[in-house]
Structure formats: structure tokens, C-alpha cells
């Protein structure tokens, strides 16, 4: 029988020693919001590491990151991170509070290592005494960039920002001069050595800029669309595209409302097609008009499109001086896959054995019959037809608007049945629509043509007015989509609106991306409910979250216009004793004026 050994008392010392080593070293290398070598922090509740392997399919909860944390314990998370950057990192109020709402990833890895079941801001705040965060991590995701984007951005060696003194300085310019912090995300992504400039060199190259006669909202949008324009000297592809467009006739900040953050820019690309296009003998003021009527002729894909476009019907045998007349009579040929169909129309009817000067023809009169769908192949058409490619071929000759229901899946019954167009008013507004990204002949712009009040060239107008405010064409149709009647006011009052948010409010123009409804209330109530709101700061009372006060200095605009006034006055006004009164002697003032 073999005598049991006893474990040597240190033995058993020393593995325990190395375990807790091992299983602190792993916790930290594996999340890089810790600097290494922490100060040892005092014993609280704090949620251990689970190692065990995990269902590597995610549920819906673990997609949302606060799907299983509360509001109210989100806001007060959000408060004392952002109590922690302002008051013990000395943050600016301004950059704390954005970086604090704005970097829910980050939140959910904070919220991850405190016990949940307490205060949740009191745990939060006594993690961050002890537990100095990597504050690259919230910073970049609050720019508007992705976790997974931020690991090759993160410095080495550096945890805090105040040591990277250039980039704070060169992104406060970019602040200051009016671009959005969400944008700024992708700038540093994509030209990270812009933020290494020296004092004043950024700020001398958007000056540079303006010496062009570009104005400031359209030197902010160009920036955010194309950073690389403030890298070095001033880009010289670019300014031959200003010239060449001033050479037409355009005007400079027309520019601001064709480009997309979405999108990227080849202006090389863009100077060589607008030589091509002067060059194929097309007048200077007939392309002004094109460009200016249609401006993804221009930028969509950098004019890639109108090369393959251009080529396909020179191919074809159309006429150099009848291409821009093609252009203008069917807008659209550049949306979706417009141009797919189109091209793939063409050689069906190649392979059929139609002859050249017959496509051409069809091209020229029947382009959107052609364009609208995709087609099958012909032997499938021909077997299911039970015809002979000849008698197709004829067919197709005799009426090409057949071409639709014998060569694509779409059926005719199944069609939308657009109002009868007579004269050119429902036609203008039909062709407004289109141009913003309604599909011809859809559902979609059968409903629009009864929402949307007023002539095409009036509809424009509105349209242009929110665009010179300074938000993108793009975003703008994607607003008056959702909310049509934004559209059925006047240029004038459309106007109003935007000066009292702008200049009045002090919200930015983006603002109204998450909520168009905005311009859909009247001014008197907007001026009500936000002079209530005003009263009440001055009076040392902030909108509360399930009896939480949240620390923001502006609200959200749908918080104060989107509820009833019953509603209003009992969640808003009645929040002082005094509330009541003031809220009648604002609209008794409101009435009177």
C-alpha cells in the first residue's frame, strides 16, 4: 500500500500565486481598454471572466449590446463616463458628453465589468477611479467608425489623449470650423496624416479652399466626401473640374448637394469625362443643362458609367449629336441597373438576328421598355413562346413595347397604372421624382404623385432649399420618402424653419436626418415648446429619464414636438411649480403676435 503524499504547503503557495498571474494577464491582454500594469484596485463587485466556450451563434440579445442593461442604467453609465473624461481627465464639455453618447461598444465592454445588479453609475464611476481606460477607444468610435475599424487605429504605447496634442488640435479645427464629428471618423481613417499637421497648417488649406469662391458648407461636405483634398497642396485634378464646370456655366457650390459621404471620387476620372463629353461636340449650354438637371451623369461612379454608356451607343451606330438629346430623354438610364437591362436588351435582340439599324431604332424610341427589367435568354423566351427567333424578331419590330412581356419575368398584369398625364404638369412631376430615385412606373411613384403638392419646378425648389442648408441630395430624398409632406410647403416657410433651428436653436442641419418631421410643425408651436424648454434650463431644471437626470445640453428635437400637448404638460411643463403659469403666459404671447 502506498502511503497518500501530502501537498507541500508551498507548493501549493506558488500555484495559486501563478494562477492569479496567468488569469490577470489574460484578462488584460484580451481587453485593450486596460493599459498594462494597472494600479491594483481595491476589493468591489466586479463580474469574473468566463472561459468556458461559448455558442458561437449569437441570439438577438447579444447583437444589441444594452439589450439585457436597462435605459436607465445606460444613461447612468453614459453619465459617469462622461463625469470621468470631463471632471478627472479634463475633457472639454463638449467632447465629453459627444464621446459619452457616442460610444455604445465601448459601454457595453465597460458595463460588461461591473456588477449590473448594483448602482450601475456608482459602480461605473468607482471602476474608472482605479481602472484608467485606452480613451483612443470610445474617441474613434464616437467619430462615427466601427469596433472592429478601430484596432490598426489605435496608437501604441499611448492610452490617453492629451498625448497625442497634434491630433486633439487638428481635430478641434475641424470641429470648429463646422464639420460633423460623425464624419470625422472615416477623415482620420482615410488621411491619418492630416491629423499630424502642425498649428495652422489645416486651417490655412480650408482657407485655400475658400480663395476658390467655394463657400463653407460646400467645402465641408467636399472634405468629408473627399479628405484627401486637404492633404498637401491643393489638388490640381480638382480645381480643373471647378474650372471646366465654370467653363459650362455651373455654378461652384452646386457641387455640395451631388456628392455622397457614401460614394468615393475619382477626379481625374471626372475631368476626363467632361472633356469627353465636350469633345463628342455636345454644346457647352446643353451640357450645363444636363449636368445641372442631372448631376449623377457626373459624379455617379465618377462618369464611369457614361464611358460604357457612350460607347455601347456609338457601337450601335447612334449619332454623336443625338447622344446628349438620349441623355435628357430618358434621365434614369443611370439608376439602378437601368443600363445593365439595357445593354443586356441589346444583345438579346442581337441574338435574336435583329438587324443593327432596327436596335438602334428601338434604342432611340423605347430605351425605358428596354431598361426596365431584366431579360431572360433567348432560347428560353423561344421555348416558352413555342416560336421561331425570326417571328420574335418581328414581333418586337411591330411593337416594341411587347418586349416586356415576352423577354422578362415581369408581367403586365401586375403593373402599376400611373395617372393619365395631360399636359406637362403631372410629366415635370414625374420627372422631378424620378430624378431623386423613384423607379418609373413603380407602386412606389404612383402613391408619391398623389402626396407630393405642387408643380415639378416647385417641388425643385424645396428640394434645392434643403440641400443648400446643406445636406446631401441623397439624404434629402431619403428624408421626403419618409415623410412627403416636408416638400408641401413653400421655399419661403421651409426657409423660416431652417434659420430658427440653425440660428435660433443652435442644432446642426443633421438633426434633421433622424427627425424631417421637424419641418412639418408649425413655427408657433416649434417657438412655444422650445421657449417652455428654454425657461425651464434657466431655471435649473433638465428633462429627466425615468426620474434620472441625463447630462446633455441640447434635447432631442422629436422629444419636445413629437408628443401631445397633454402629454408636454405633464412630462415637461409641470417638471417646475411654476411651470403652469409660464406656459400660459407663453401662449398668450404666441396668440397675440
Excluded at 220 to 225: G, Q
Excluded at 413 to 419: A, E, R
Excluded at 524 to 552: A, C, D, H, Q
Amino acid at each position: 500500500m502506498i502511503a497518500s503524499r501530502r501537498p507541500n504547503p508551498s507548493s501549493i503557495y506558488f500555484s495559486t500565486t501563478m494562477l492569479k498571474f496567468f488569469e490577470s494577464a489574460t484578462l488584460f491582454h484580451k481587453n485593450p481598454i486596460f493599459p498594462s500594469n494597472p494600479p491594483k484596485p481595491p476589493t468591489f463587485p466586479v463580474k469574473s471572466f468566463d472561459f468556458r466556450p461559448r455558442n458561437r451563434f449569437s441570439t438577438a440579445a447579444d447583437a444589441n449590446p444594452f439589450a439585457k442593461v436597462s435605459r436607465t442604467g445606460r444613461v447612468d453609465a453614459q453619465n459617469a463616463l462622461f463625469d470621468y473624461l470631463h471632471s478627472t481627465r479634463s475633457f472639454h464639455y463638449t467632447d465629453a458628453e459627444h464621446v459619452s453618447k457616442n460610444s455604445p461598444a465601448f459601454l457595453h465592454t465597460l458595463l460588461s465589468k461591473v456588477d449590473g445588479e448594483e448602482d450601475v453609475g456608482r459602480s461605473v464611476t468607482r471602476f474608472l477611479r482605479y481602472n484608467p481606460i485606452n480613451e483612443f477607444e470610445p474617441f474613434f468610435e464616437s467619430l462615427g467608425l466601427k469596433p472592429v475599424e478601430l484596432h490598426p487605429l489605435l496608437p501604441r504605447n499611448v492610452f490617453f489623449l492629451s498625448d497625442d496634442g497634434m491630433m486633439l488640435e487638428n481635430y478641434h479645427v475641424l470641429c470648429n470650423y463646422g464639420v460633423p464629428r460623425s464624419k470625422i471618423g472615416r477623415m482620420f481613417k482615410e488621411t491619418r496624416e492630416m491629423f499630424g499637421y502642425g498649428e495652422g497648417v489645416l486651417s490655412s488649406r480650408l482657407r485655400a479652399y475658400e480663395g476658390l469662391g467655394l463657400s463653407r458648407p460646400t467645402i465641408i461636405k467636399l472634405v468629408t466626401c473627399c479628405p484627401a483634398l486637404l492633404v498637401g497642396d491643393l489638388n490640381e485634378e480638382f480645381l480643373k473640374v471647378l474650372e471646366k464646370l465654370k467653363d459650362f456655366g455651373v455654378e461652384l457650390d452646386w457641387i455640395r448637394g451631388c456628392l455622397s459621404d457614401k460614394s468615393m471620387y475619382n477626379w481625374n476620372r471626372i475631368l476626363d469625362m467632361l472633356n469627353f463629353l465636350d469633345g463628342i461636340g455636345c454644346g457647352k449650354k446643353e451640357l450645363a443643362r444636363l449636368i445641372k438637371v442631372h448631376p449623377r451623369f457626373v459624379f455617379d461612379d465618377s462618369g464611369k458609367k457614361i464611358y460604357l454608356l457612350v460607347a455601347m451607343l456609338l457601337k450601335l451606330g447612334l449619332k454623336r449629336d443625338g447622344i446628349l438629346g438620349f441623355f435628357e430623354h430618358y434621365p434614369r438610364i443611370l439608376n439602378g441597373n437601368f443600363m445593365k437591362n439595357l445593354w443586356n436588351a441589346v444583345q438579346f435582340l442581337l441574338d435574336i438576328g435583329m438587324e443593327t439599324e432596327d436596335i438602334v431604332g428601338t434604342v432611340s424610341s423605347h430605351a425605358e421598355v428596354l431598361g426596365a427589367a431584366s431579360c431572360m435568354r433567348p432560347m428560353l423566351v423561344l421555348e416558352r413562346l413555342n416560336i421561331s427567333a425570326e417571328e420574335l424578331c418581328e414581333i418586337i419590330k411591330e411593337d416594341p413595347n411587347r418586349f416586356s412581356d415576352l423577354a422578362t419575368r415581369r408581367k403586365s398584369s401586375g403593373g402599376v397604372h400611373l395617372p393619365k398625364i395631360e399636359g406637362t404638369f403631372v410629366q415635370e412631376k414625374i420627372t422631378f421624382l424620378l430624378k431623386i430615385g423613384f423607379v418609373e412606373n413603380s407602386e412606389e411613384i404612383a402613391k408619391a404623385l398623389s402626396r407630393f403638392r405642387g408643380r415639378g419646378d416647385q417641388l425643385q425648389g424645396r428640394f434645392d432649399c434643403l440641400v443648400n442648408a446643406g445636406l446631401d441630395c441623397h439624404t434629402v430624398a431619403g428624408m421626403i420618402k419618409v415623410v412627403p409632406p416636408v416638400l408641401n410647403q413653400s421655399t419661403d416657410v421651409i426657409e423660416k424653419k431652417l434659420d430658427y433651428l440653425l440660428n435660433h436653436l443652435g442644432y446642426p442641419v443633421e438633426s434633421l436626418v433622424a427627425f424631417p418631421t421637424f419641418l412639418c410643425y408649425s413655427l408657433e408651436k416649434i417657438r412655444l415648446r422650445f421657449s417652455m424648454y428654454k425657461w425651464l434650463k434657466e431655471n435649473g431644471v433638465m428633462l429627466p429619464t425615468r426620474n434620472r437626470k441625463m447630462l446633455m445640453s441640447t434635447v432631442a428635437l422629436s422629444t419636445l414636438l413629437a408628443c401631445s400637448d397633454a402629454r408636454f404638460i405633464k412630462y415637461v411643463v409641470n417638471l417646475h411649480p411654476e411651470g403652469p403659469r409660464v406656459w400660459e403666459r407663453l401662449k398668450s404671447s404666441s396668440s397675440s403676435t
